[in-house]
């Protein structure tokens, strides 16, 4: 038990998958998990533990923005010893070829800022996925039918933006996406030697100004949590 995870020690798996949305992942457990049982509701952040396949699995909210994420991030590796990491999760298309409802997956994440940001100091950080999750989650993606676009995407610190000028200079530089979570989750991957990966499905897109309604974001991205099982015991 942490500060902020309330579940007992051998009740989270060493795969978590981590949406933002803590309705998201009560959804997700009981949709695809056997037998999800509830690990934690400290502040309302929802974690379940069950089985996919036979594989043990967690699925555990980490709240919106990174600075969220990095605090359950951090306390599921260090105190419960997870091993994979991987965020489901929704995300802003930034390209014309990327379309509502498809999958990204997030070779590298792009930041201006993180939670980590004081460690690094000047240098510029580059954090990245590991390659042997999004090797298997392409293929897992193909496999499925879906459409899967790999790259970089943009981890924003904030939600209502008032530099619209960084958005179009990561357009310019090929950015697929942004979200708000990615580049601390690699960050934390890399400093503990643990696998994380961001699985993303477009809900909007900043170009089209297309968007899908809260409901459905909640609940119809099954398709990026299979492509993420698959991945994790691929």
């Known amino acids: 038990m942490t500060i902020?995870?309330?579940?007992?020690?051998?009740?989270i798996a060493e795969t978590v998958l981590m949406p933002g949305d803590p309705m998201r992942a009560r959804w997700a457990a009981e949709r695809f998990l056997e037998n999800p049982v509830c690990v934690n509701?400290?502040?309302?952040?929802l974690g379940?533990?069950?089985?996919?396949?036979?594989?043990r699995v967690t699925i555990h909210g980490s709240g919106m923005g990174m600075p969220s994420l990095s605090i359950y991030?951090?306390?599921?590796?260090?105190?419960?010893?997870?091993?994979t990491l991987i965020r489901i999760g929704s995300a802003g298309a930034m390209q014309p070829?990327?379309?509502?409802?498809?999958?990204v997956l997030a070779q590298t994440?792009?930041?201006?800022?993180?939670?980590?940001?004081?460690?690094?100091?000047e240098i510029g950080f580059a954090p990245c996925a590991d390659f042997g999750l999004l090797r298997a989650a392409h293929d897992a993606g193909l496999g499925q039918g879906a459409r899967v676009h790999v790259g970089g995407i943009y981890s924003s610190d904030v939600f209502y933006?008032?530099?619209?000028?960084?958005?179009?200079?990561?357009?310019?530089h090929g950015i697929l996406a942004?979200?708000?979570?990615?580049?601390?989750?690699?960050?934390?991957?890399a400093r503990h030697k643990v696998r994380a990966l961001a699985v993303l499905t477009i809900s909007d897109h900043l170009l089209t100004h297309e968007a899908l309604p809260a409901a459905e974001r909640e609940q119809s991205f099954g398709e990026m949590i299979e492509i993420a099982l698959a991945a994790a015991f691929g």
Do not use: C
């Open 97 to 103: 070829h990327v379309r509502i409802r498809d999958i």
């Open 4 to 11: 902020h995870i309330g579940a007992e020690p051998g009740q």
């Open 48 to 55: 379940y533990t069950g089985t996919w396949r036979g594989h």
């Open 109 to 121: 994440a792009s930041t201006l800022s993180t939670p980590s940001r004081g460690i690094f100091r």
């Open 41 to 45: 509701q400290v502040r309302g952040m």
């Open 161 to 172: 933006d008032e530099r619209p000028d960084l958005n179009e200079i990561m357009m310019r």
């Open 73 to 83: 991030a951090n306390e599921l590796i260090r105190d419960y010893g997870a091993k």
């Open 178 to 189: 942004v979200e708000m979570e990615a580049a601390e989750l690699y960050i934390l991957a």
